[in-house]
């Protein structure tokens, strides 16, 4: 796979700004847990305060808006900017969690358990879940970017979207599965590491079937 010296350029400041808003999000996770777990991270998760819980709802949304806007700045058509928007959030991601070990020393292990976000409800689940989710978003967001660089437009069937939802539906299922002890400040079940394996395998195979589908010279469909 070759990469267009323009997409190249991008791909490096996107991934610029992944790693630094990385670091803006693990430096306020650091306050947060100075103040809520003194003594160490750890579950049962502590319940935050009202007021902290609405700054760290909009907090989420607001950083998921500037991961949005990173993509649509930096691509030009709809596709595009998706896959640039996979880059930087993949990015992010991972680098959240590399500032988190170089700050606080955490996580300890790949299967600690970790707060993946709070919109709508509670996302809990081991560290590895996400990384591993995050490194295939780079990826298929490398290639999305490298495809439509080469003038072919990048358009995924209707199978595609079919089992992409549903691994969606998997891997939110594997994370909000057990919110009724999390709200209620009690040790989590054991999570299923067989959700994560089955949607990430559905997420590959989507994502190979609409890579397979023929490429399409958009100056010819102009």
Not at 70 to 82: D, H, K, L, V
Not at 153 to 166: D, H, N
Not at 215 to 222: G, I, N
Request: net charge neutral; proline share 5%.
């Amino acid at each position: 796979m070759t990469l267009d010296v323009n997409v190249i350029r991008k791909l490096a400041w996107i991934a610029v700004f992944g790693v630094a808003f990385a670091y803006v999000e693990s430096s306020i996770v650091v306050y947060l847990r100075a103040v809520y777990y003194p003594e160490g991270f750890a579950f049962p998760l502590k319940l935050i305060s009202q007021e902290h819980l609405v700054v760290e709802l909009a907090r989420e949304l607001a950083t998921l808006i500037m991961l949005g806007a990173a993509g649509i700045i930096a691509g030009t058509r709809a596709w595009e900017r998706f896959g640039y928007f996979l880059v930087v959030f993949g990015i992010w991601d991972i680098f959240y969690y590399v500032w988190l070990k170089v700050i606080l020393d955490w996580p300890l292990t790949l299967v600690d358990w970790d707060v993946l976000f709070l919109i709508p409800l509670p996302w809990i689940g081991p560290v590895i879940a996400p990384l591993i989710i995050a490194a295939l978003m780079t990826f298929c967001g490398v290639i999305i970017t490298s495809r439509i660089s080469k003038g072919d437009y990048f358009r995924p069937s209707i199978l595609s979207w079919s089992v992409a939802i549903i691994a969606t539906v998997i891997l939110l299922y594997s994370f909000i599965l057990d919110i009724p002890a999390t709200l209620q400040g009690k040790m989590p079940a054991p999570y299923h590491y067989e959700f994560l394996v089955v949607g990430l395998l559905l997420y590959l195979a989507g994502f190979f079937v609409a890579c397979k589908r023929p490429l399409v010279d958009s100056k010819k469909t102009a």
